[in-house]
């Protein structure tokens, strides 16, 4: 039997964490649901390339509340996998990079998003088929 209960991470973001049989959620799972969330993947295909502050991250990524990118940043810094540089300037300047970890991270993160698009016609194609066979 599961049971779910809702706690909060030291990053206020809600995490769902199941009990099965009385067994508390693996956190090899937990990590690799940070790593592939929905926004946290787009992170870490766009620090491939250079570190970015706040915004212009924002930009890349595109539909992205200032709130969902700031816990995503910051879940994924409390699992090594990005670094957060802040500056103290006027104004602040804060960058974001990729640890060595997230590095590695995000190049197997690339890595599937890139098969995705070599393999896209050959899932639109089975997404056809059984569409049809259901018809």
Known sequence: MAVSASVKTPVNASVTKWNVEGEAMCPH???LEHVTSRWGVLVLIQLLD???????????IGRVSEKMLTQTLQTLERDGLVHRDAKPVIPPRVDYSLTDLGREAAEQVQALADWTSRRMDAVLKAREEYDAARE
């Open 29 to 31: 799972r937990l990590v």
């Open 50 to 60: 250079r570190p970015h502050r706040f915004s212009e991250l924002r930009r890349a």
